[in-house]
């Protein structure tokens, strides 16, 4: 018999907040994370907003500052994040555990881009200073598996360490990796999710060269992010880290844990189709195979978290896919609109508040959807809504090279 996931701890840095309740009550409260950018001067750039962390402070990541110049703000993010996770779940010992328990600890935490302002940096360094004067600590600041690696070894867990890299799908794909361990048996307990910080020169002169970005508000940056909205221009880059733990159901109890929710159903496909564009057909197979993973029908669902960045080309086809999935009438919202799009990390923090909607029986608005693209045929949330009677929910993820995942959550 397949063995039942559940979710015991949740941390959260995002451009909402620096803790999961923080982010929850301002995503709740209808704010905005985007803001003009600080990060660096983008006085030049066709976009010149974003998703920023504010006032971070890396001491929360429980680094020794020493140790801090050699992470890049990425890794710095997902620790602090880790952290809340842990110590919700009851884990920030995990180190003097046993070690049977630190070996059937996985860690599964990936980054859709990793490291790229300490490659901004040595590229300077190389460029002004020439190559000798580069920091030893270069390499392993910006290596994208080396959150997932400090992660294991300031908690000691010695299970599987995987740090998978599939664009905006990243952290989507390492929950429902981790729910496979554990149905496999490999793990008791896996530390999943990601950790983005790519609010820097070079990825937001990439993406404006795509144009793929929002440029028409940056005068009124927490209007920016618009899905569904026929005033959609672009998706707003947006940075942080959310990390979930999840445990078996018989691991969790035998420990006393508090259970949060249950990972239930997890399904992946490619399009094969287009490199940014997607086919449609392929989110609708992972949400399919998502739901059937789960043991559930459409009707089981009462709330979709869509992956719908705000892109004139990408809402509207994942919005007639959700419709063919689960019906017209199932609430459907984007909390991209408040955070911006985390890439890699987009998943992670999205499982986070399907989490807490189903704690708290409240579904999130997509905010500035002020005129509806009537093509985004699903019944959209334009204020937060009470929900008594929510069990399970559906959060997609697709990203840059036509991979998909979708997870089903359900309440404790």
């Not at 990825?203 to 909205?229: H, I, V």
């Not at 959310?242 to 496909?269: C, M, N, P, W």
């Amino acid at each position: 018999m397949k063995k039942q996931v559940v979710i015991t701890g949740i941390g959260v840095v995002s451009p909402l907040g620096l803790t999961l309740s923080s982010s929850w009550n301002a995503l709740i409260a209808g704010r905005s994370g985007i803001a003009r950018i600080t990060h660096f001067d983008a006085g030049d750039y066709t976009a010149q907003i974003a998703g920023e962390v504010k006032d971070f402070n890396p001491e929360t990541t429980g680094l020794h500052p020493k140790d801090l110049k050699r992470a890049d703000r990425f890794i710095q993010l997902g620790l602090a994040a880790a952290r809340e996770a842990m110590g919700q779940a009851g884990l920030l010992g995990l180190k003097e555990m046993d070690e049977g328990t630190r070996q059937r600890t996985a860690t599964i935490i990936g980054t859709g881009i990793g490291g790229l302002s300490s490659t901004e940096e040595a590229i300077e360094t190389i460029t002004e200073s020439g190559p000798r004067r580069l920091s030893p600590f270069f390499i392993p600041a910006m290596l994208p598996n080396l959150l997932a690696g400090q992660v294991s070894m300031m908690y000691g867990a010695q299970g599987a360490n995987v740090c998978p890299v599939s664009a905006c799908a990243t952290s989507a794909h390492a929950l429902g990796w981790g729910k496979r361990l554990i149905e496999w048996g490999e793990a008791d307990i896996v530390i999943a999710g990601g950790s983005e910080a790519a609010v820097t020169a070079s990825a937001l002169g990439g993406f404006a060269a795509m144009r793929a970005l929002s440029t028409r508000f940056n005068d009124t940056p927490e209007q920016a992010s618009r899905p569904f909205d026929n005033g959609r221009d672009g998706f707003v880059m947006g940075e942080g880290a959310a990390i979930l733990i999840l445990e078996s159901e018989d691991h969790a109890k035998a420990r006393g844990a508090k259970i949060l929710g249950r990972v239930a159903g997890f399904g992946q496909t490619a399009d094969a189709y287009h490199l940014t564009m997607p086919s449609g057909e392929g989110a609708v197979r992972a949400m399919q195979l998502a739901l059937a993973d789960a043991g559930l029908g459409a009707a089981d669902i009462g709330y979709v978290n869509a992956h719908a960045t705000s892109t004139p080309g990408g809402d509207n086809v994942e919005a007639a896919g959700i419709a063919s999935v689960v019906g017209q009438n199932v609430p459907v919202s984007s909390t991209k609109s408040a955070t911006g799009h985390l890439l890699g990390a987009a998943g992670s923090l999205e499982a986070a508040f399907c989490a807490q909607a189903l704690l708290s029986k409240t579904l999130p608005a997509t905010l500035n959807l002020t005129d509806p693209d009537p093509t985004c045929t699903v019944r959209h949330i334009f204020k937060p809504e009470s929900a008594p009677g929510l069990k399970a929910v559906l959060s997609n993820s697709f990203g840059f090279g036509g991979t998909n995942a979708a997870l089903v959550l359900t309440s404790a």
